[in-house]
């Protein structure tokens, strides 16, 4: 299966490359061209570098900064945000990052809300891609699943 997880922070790390030790292809996603870029020159911090050397970084992981290759051949996305003090600057984040899936899936697929936010979102979540994807009278099917445990670091 090929998995897209949204981020590269520790947490995201750590769960993607369970997710690709289960045999799946994992492409993490970020906005961050130059921290992508360093990460594939192998600069990392002691924390990254712990869990990234241990991965098999040629064939079953991938870093990127184009959501839009990512998604094109994913099958379930995983909105993995940061884990931010205040719950509402976190739902805010959640929901851009859920727009920027919205705008960019070309496909059927499952998103996977692991935030850590106590009530689940789901229905936010699902409203948000929803409009992208009616911006663009894409007709995806998706189901947004709330799982803030699964694979928790």
Do not use: H
Not at 112 to 131: C, W, Y
Request: charged share 25%; aromatic share 8%; with cysteine.
């Amino acid at each position: 299966m090929k998995i897209s997880v949204m981020g590269i922070d520790y947490n995201q790390l750590l769960s993607g490359k369970v997710l690709a030790e289960m045999g799946n292809e994992v492409t993490y996603i970020s906005q961050d061209n130059k921290r992508v870029e360093n990460i594939k020159r192998g600069y990392y911090n002691a924390d990254e570098a712990m869990v990234i050397k241990s991965m098999d970084v040629e064939n079953s992981v991938g870093f990127t900064t184009d959501i839009r290759e990512a998604l094109l051949d994913s099958n379930m996305c995983f909105i993995a945000e940061g884990y931010m003090n205040s719950s509402t600057d976190e739902m805010i984040k959640i929901l851009k990052t859920a727009q920027v899936v919205g705008a960019n899936m070309s496909k059927d697929m499952f998103i996977v809300d692991r935030s850590g936010i106590f009530n689940s979102r789901t229905d936010a979540i699902k409203e948000v891609i929803q409009e992208e994807l009616s911006k663009r009278n894409a007709r995806f099917s998706f189901e947004v699943i709330a799982n803030p445990n699964f694979l928790k670091a």
